[in-house]
């Protein structure tokens, strides 16, 4: 049995009719569609993300292949807050060089190493393991309906980054969490 099927998770979905560039639940036409909508996604996440010691500016390492990652940073956060977006190799990410990490493909083994290693300072996303069964905080899926996430309440109840229940709002009002 994987630990998808134990653990529970929340399926939240994300309406994007409030975000600049989509209109009701769908994805963006276009080449870069699912790119843009992933990118709102995970800025909306990160502005209802809180550390222990809360930083000015989130960084932001992107790791793995991933082209849905292409748009991250020039999506400005919810709260204000600036984030610095930059490649890491797998082995060079570190909850001393981010605060959240954007996980691409790679080979599960050294994605479940990763997540692993970068321990519970460390807010973790990824769009290649929809069961979130690697131990990724927030794992993103793209369905017919739109964009939606799978919280891994495990990894979030050890980890020391605070999602606020705001972002179970995001789908519930229209991707209006206030």
Do not use: K
């Not at 990160?46 to 222990?52: A, G, P, Q, T, V």
């Not at 692993?116 to 973790?124: A, F, I, Y």
């Not at 794992?139 to 309906?145: G, I, K």
């Amino acid at each position: 049995m994987s630990f998808a099927a134990i653990a529970l998770t929340w399926q939240v979905a994300l309406n994007l009719s409030l975000l600049p560039i989509t209109s009701q639940s769908e994805i963006p036409s276009g080449v870069d569609g699912r790119a843009i909508a992933t990118a709102d996604m995970v800025a909306a996440i990160l502005s209802y993300s809180h550390w222990e010691r809360e930083p000015q500016t989130i960084r932001l390492c992107v790791t793995g292949t991933s082209p849905q990652s292409s748009w991250i940073a020039s999506r400005p956060l919810r709260d204000g807050r600036a984030m610095v977006v930059t490649r890491a190799a797998p082995t060079a990410a570190s909850a001393s060089a981010c605060n959240a990490v954007y996980i691409g493909q790679m080979a599960a083994p050294d994605r479940a190493r990763l997540i692993n290693r970068l321990g519970n300072d460390v807010l973790t996303i990824t769009d290649v393991d929809p069961g979130c069964e690697y131990g990724a905080a927030i794992c993103l899926r793209t369905t017919a309906q739109g964009m939606i996430f799978d919280l891994n309440l495990d990894s979030v109840a050890r980890s020391r980054v605070r999602i606020d229940p705001r972002v179970l709002g995001l789908g519930r009002r229209g991707g209006d969490a206030r």
